[in-house]
């Protein structure tokens, strides 16, 4: 999908009308399930950045720089969507999982009434799994180790309200719920910063796209129940489908294992032997295939009741910490630049600007969204 400059009336619901009163929209991000997500600024952040700097430059790196920290990722609900509205979604985020973590996007703002409904998130500047995807043959087993252990404090706290993954304690009172929809698409990437710490070079992970997210309700049935606590072994199984996926394309991708290291003789290098046996024996024997042959059995999980993975989630966080630090190998260089790269230029941004002086509202005109 594209997003381009034209005078041709774009595609423009309640929704976009509503959330133009005070925002401009800066680029089309995605279409999902339950809407499109766009790029957004508040006019109000725009009108207070460009008063700060208009005494000195207003087109300098500085004044850009600060526009792009003050965007947003604003998704809208889309009537010819079948899977439904954002409703669930929005209530989800501020009604069902309250508390803030870093590891799952949070909810800044919403709108809903009738048609008119939009979800205001944080722009996530790495994107998501799939598209870093390309860079595999950068991945290491640390990196993988990484984006395993943060995908399970996101569960961790999605499902059992848990904080302190040092201690795994489940929250008293917390909803049952499931998330639904865990893959690496609705994994998303972002660089260390604004009081959040990083691993070496390693994006952080965030979990994303609750339109699919479900509340247990007190009064459901026994078929229900056990279809619920199906779909809750189905968030645990597909981390380990995203760490096996990873594990594969580094394994496709990557000549990396053809090397030898100093252990064996020479002065540079990871040794095929070693890191191929301790890839098997402690990732994907000891982690890998419990997650698979363990969690993937429903007719078995869903005799158990879920917080019986919790002692697996605990030992899994603690080894991946250690592995990740015992394995650690910076990203490529490349790979840190397309993380670090402006995924939203000054022209974009210049653009959005313009049609708040002309148009007074953004998209409604200036631009197409093209599929």
């Known amino acids: 999908m594209q997003l381009r400059s034209k005078n041709v009336k774009a595609p423009y619901n309640a929704s976009q009308a509503h959330h133009a009163r005070k925002h401009m929209l800066v680029k089309f991000l995605g279409a999902g399930d339950n809407g499109d997500t766009f790029a957004a600024l508040s006019k109000a952040d725009a009108d207070r950045i460009i008063a700060k700097h ?3 430059n207003i087109l300098t790196p500085a004044f850009f720089n600060e526009l792009r920290a003050a965007v947003t990722a604003v998704k809208f609900y889309k009537p010819s969507n079948l899977e439904g509205d954002l409703q669930n979604e929005i209530d989800f985020l501020t ?7 870093p590891r799952i996007t949070p909810c800044l703002d919403s709108h809903v009434r009738g048609a008119s409904q939009s979800l205001t998130l944080p722009f996530c500047s790495g994107g998501n799994l799939v598209s870093f995807c390309k860079h595999a043959a950068a991945f290491t087993p640390s990196f993988i180790f990484h ?5 399970t404090e996101a569960a961790s706290l999605l499902l059992f309200g848990i904080t302190d993954c040092d201690n795994m304690t489940p929250a008293p009172e ?7 929809d865990v893959w690496a698409g609705n994994t998303l990437l972002t660089l260390p910063g604004n009081g959040q710490s990083g691993f070496g070079n390693f994006p952080n992970v965030v979990m994303a796209d ?7 309700h007190e009064n459901a049935d026994s078929t229900e129940r056990a279809r619920h606590l199906r779909r809750q072994w189905t968030d645990i199984d597909y981390i380990g489908v995203i760490m096996t ?4 394309d580094m394994h496709d991708k990557t000549d990396v294992f053809d090397v030898s290291c100093p252990a064996h003789g020479v002065n540079n290098g990871y040794c095929a032997d070693c890191i191929t046996a301790t890839m098997q024996a402690r990732l994907t024997d000891d982690i890998l ?3 698979i042959v363990q969690f993937s059995d429903v007719a078995y999980a869903v005799n158990r009741p879920i917080t019986e993975v919790i002692p697996f989630l605990k030992r899994f966080i603690a080894t991946a910490k250690r592995q990740r630090t015992l394995h650690y190998r910076p990203l490529s260089a490349e790979a840190v630049a397309d993380l670090s790269a402006e995924k939203i230029t000054d022209g ?12 007074g509202r953004f998209g409604e005109k200036a631009f197409e969204v093209k599929r």
């Open 289 to 291: 295939h419990l997650w």
């Open 245 to 248: 996926g990873l594990y594969e």
């Open 210 to 216: 609750f339109g699919r997210a479900t509340k247990l």
């Open 54 to 56: 208009n005494a000195y």
């Open 348 to 359: 974009e941004l210049s653009l959005a600007l313009m049609q708040r002086l002309t148009n």
């Open 95 to 101: 009604k069902t999982i309250t508390t803030k973590h």
């Open 147 to 151: 984006v395993g252990m943060q995908l």
């Open 174 to 180: 917390h909803p049952t719920v499931y998330h639904g």
